[in-house]
T-cell receptor
């Protein structure tokens, strides 16, 4: 079965711009989580969506937002980009129940802010 | 929130050697996960542990869920060049009655294998 698909794979943006990243989960998975990965901070949780509702949120500023559509696809948006937002953004999908079984990551979107 | 301390930060070994890395937490976890991340890719689940004391193998990989539920280790035997990558431990921080969770990750162990 198809895995988690993230688009685009690479992105270069200028400070002050905004960006939208997309994540298509594994078919049947209803939960999508987003993470930011940087060399210094490792994997940091951004937020999780389940059935179009944000269930959990990490400690990121309001410039980071997301949404989930009825087909479980998710997007995250970063407004007013800063140099420090350069990172690998990963999404992971799962069935969405109480178990972490099946928690699968996409290949990520590498965002570079210049 | 919960924090996971993973060590060592990096390892440089010769092909054929065994490797051991571990993860500790200040809080109890009910599940421990070990992931591997290849360059430019997302983490891939290697082993999941669901019970304190559990010892689970996946090929040359063996992981154990510590009896205190605050630690876990991962061993790789007879390492090969394709074992190169970053290894992460992770555990779910359960919220909202058990159905909502997020994964907390260790900072990773970078493994380099010299052929």
């Amino acid at each position: 079965k198809a895995g988690v698909t993230q688009t685009p794979r690479y992105l270069i943006k200028t400070r002050g711009q905004q960006v939208t990243l997309s994540c298509s989960p594994i078919s049947g998975h209803r939960s999508v989580s987003w993470y930011q990965q940087t060399p210094g901070q490792g994997l940091q949780f951004l937020f999780e969506y389940f059935s179009e509702t944000q269930r959990n949120k990490g400690n990121f500023p309001g410039r980071f937002s997301g949404r989930q559509f009825s087909n479980s696809r998710s997007e995250m948006n970063v407004s007013t980009l800063e140099l420090g937002d350069s990172a690998l953004y990963l999404c992971a999908s799962s069935l969405g129940g109480g178990s972490v079984y099946g928690y699968t990551f996409g290949s990520g979107t590498r965002l570079t802010v210049v | 929130g919960q924090q996971l301390n993973q060590s060592p930060q990096s390892m440089f070994i010769q092909e054929g050697e065994d490797v051991s890395m571990n993860c500790t937490s200040s809080s109890i976890f009910n599940t421990w996960l070990w992931y591997k991340q290849d360059p430019g890719e997302g983490p891939v689940l290697l082993i999941a542990l669901y019970k304190a004391g559990e010892l689970t193998s996946n090929g040359r990989l063996t992981a154990q869920f510590g009896i205190t539920r605050k630690d876990s280790f991962l061993n790789i035997s007879a390492s090969i060049p394709s074992d190169v990558g970053i290894y992460f431990c992770a555990g779910p921080e359960v919220r909202g009655g058990g159905s909502n969770y997020k994964l907390t990750f260790g900072k990773g162990t970078l493994l380099t294998v010299n052929p």
